[in-house]
């Protein structure tokens, strides 16, 4: 079993930039691919960004595309999600996920461990 903590959110205005943390407290993210998922109130979880195991690969929704870089830190056990230029659209819960370990390039399906999230707000 692998347990996932997301934090890093908060509120922030229009235009601002937050930067969440994915971290395994007893495993090891450089095992796992990591894919980061946002549900905003009411609607359905989508997928925002993911990399691959070895940091070669990564993807953004193109919603996200030119303002979110994600990276991962294996010396820290820490994956990152840097937001800028955050718009109210991006209000959402954030989530990050893992998949089985092992896969090869990073996706937005097959995900086996769930953190609980951390909440994103824009708002001036």
């Known amino acids: 079993q692998l347990q996932l903590v997301e934090s890093g959110g908060g509120l922030v205005q229009p235009g601002g930039s937050l930067r969440l943390s994915c971290t395994a407290p007893g495993g090891n993210l450089d095992y796992y691919a990591i894919t980061w998922f946002r549900q905003a109130p009411g609607k359905e979880r989508e997928g925002v960004s993911c990399?691959?195991?070895?940091?070669?690969?990564?993807n953004y929704a193109d919603s996200v595309k030119g303002r979110f870089t994600i990276s991962r830190d294996p010396t820290k056990n820490t994956l990152y999600l840097q937001m800028n230029n955050l718009k109210p659209e991006d209000t959402a819960v954030y989530y990050c996920?893992?998949?089985?370990?092992?896969?090869?390039?990073?996706?937005?399906?097959?995900?086996?461990?769930w953190g609980k999230g951390t909440l994103v707000t824009v708002s001036s």
């Open positions: 996920a893992a998949d089985r370990g092992g896969r090869i390039g990073c996706y937005f399906y097959g995900m086996d461990y």
């Open positions: 990399i691959s195991i070895n940091g070669e690969t990564t």
